[in-house]
Structure formats: structure tokens, C-alpha cells
């Protein structure tokens, strides 16, 4: 359950759709390294569970997320293989993204135009000095809806992302500080460290 969680948390890229600001976007992010603070709130509840770390994206879909507060965790991501390791529990797991995951984390079709616009609607509008490119699935059944993502056109990075998955809870991601030339290819692949279990995932 928990590395469901967590891949389902990395659902912040989901809604890549048509061309536009977001595909910008996602040119930009490339080679990028950014602070995050992650904010969960759970259906029924006004306080929210916050998290925040940094992040380095590759030649999408390659990411590496490193939490730092409250717990420190590792997600990487190298295009086909994801490794989630939490060092206090000692353990981590290991799986492959098969097509059926991929349509549950939409965020790995971040190059594929074709397979975007597959699965997700889109539409961009102006807000102040942002543009909000706002997402959804056409599986009404999907497990991410309501996908806000904000861009800075100036610079065309993601500042925000917003999303509510379909049990009613809400995930905000606010992204600062980027920078370059961080992406090594090494950051995108994980050796498990001595007497770490390895785990598949289900």
C-alpha cells in the first residue's frame, strides 16, 4: 500500500495533455532540479500533511525525488523501473511500469503528445501573471481528477500543482528555486544499499 501511495503522490505530472503552455513547460522542466513542499489533505479534514524535499527531472519521464522533512524517502524513476526506499524502514521496492500503471500514473506519457491527448482533456487559461492548464481524464473512473497545474510563462515552469483523486482527497505540490545542470544520468538509477530488503512491487 505504501509505494501505491506514493506513486499515486508522483501523479503531480499526470495531466500533460495538447500543445501548449504546459508543453513548454515540460521542455523547461528537463535537466531541472527544484525545491517542493507537498501538501496532502485527506477528505473530510481543513489541515493538511506537508512534506517537502527536492526533486531533479532527467530526459522525462526520468525524476528523482528525495524527501527530507518529515521522513526521508527516494523515489527514482528511470523510464521503465522505479525504485521507493525508505531508509528507517530499511526496505526497498522495485517494479517495472507496464501499461496498465501507466494509465494510473499518467506523468510517464509526459513525451507522448499522442498518448496524452489519449487520456486526458485539457484546457489553458490566463490567471494574473500565470497560466492554469486544468486536466482531466476521459475515464471517468481514473484515479486523478481535477488536475490544476500553474506555469509561469515567463520562465514556463510549473510553480503549482493541484489535484483531487476520486476517493475526494487533495494533493498540492508548490515547486521553487529550479536549477541547472543537475541531471547526471547516475541520479536516475538506484543500487540498494547493504542489508536493505528488496522488495517487488505488487
Known amino acids: 500500500m505504501r509505494i501505491t501511495a506514493m506513486l499515486l503522490t508522483l501523479t503531480f505530472v499526470a495531466g500533460v495533455a495538447a500543445a501548449g503552455e504546459l508543453d513548454n513547460a515540460v ?3 528537463s535537466g531541472n532540479e527544484a525545491q517542493f513542499t507537498q501538501h496532502f489533505t485527506p477528505k473530510g479534514f481543513k489541515t493538511a500533511q506537508s512534506e517537502s524535499g527536492s526533486v531533479v527531472f532527467g530526459t522525462l519521464p526520468q525524476m528523482r525525488w528525495s524527501y527530507a522533512k518529515p521522513e526521508q524517502k527516494l523515489f527514482v524513476f528511470d523510464g521503465a523501473n ?18 496498465a500503471r501507466k494509465r494510473e500514473l499518467p506523468f510517464l506519457l509526459l513525451g507522448d503528445v499522442a498518448a496524452r491527448g ?12 500565470s497560466v492554469i ?5 476521459r475515464d471517468a473512473s481514473a484515479m486523478i481528477r481535477n488536475i490544476d497545474i500553474t506555469i509561469a510563462p515567463s520562465t514556463h515552469l510549473i510553480t503549482r500543482v493541484e489535484y483531487t483523486d476520486r476517493e475526494g482527497n487533495r494533493t498540492a505540490f508548490d515547486f521553487s528555486g529550479y536549477r541547472g545542470g543537475a541531471a547526471r544520468p547516475d541520479l536516475f538509477r538506484f543500487t540498494p544499499p547493504a542489508g536493505v530488503q528488496v522488495v517487488k512491487a505488487q
Open 82 to 99: 522505479s525504485w521507493f526506499y525508505i531508509p528507517a524502514d530499511k526496505q526497498v521496492t522495485v517494479g517495472r511500469i507496464d501499461d
Open 133 to 137: 492548464a486544468t486536466l482531466q481524464p
Open 118 to 129: 489519449k487520456y486526458f482533456t485539457m484546457k489553458e487559461a490566463r490567471r494574473g501573471n
Open 27 to 29: 521542455k523547461a522542466m
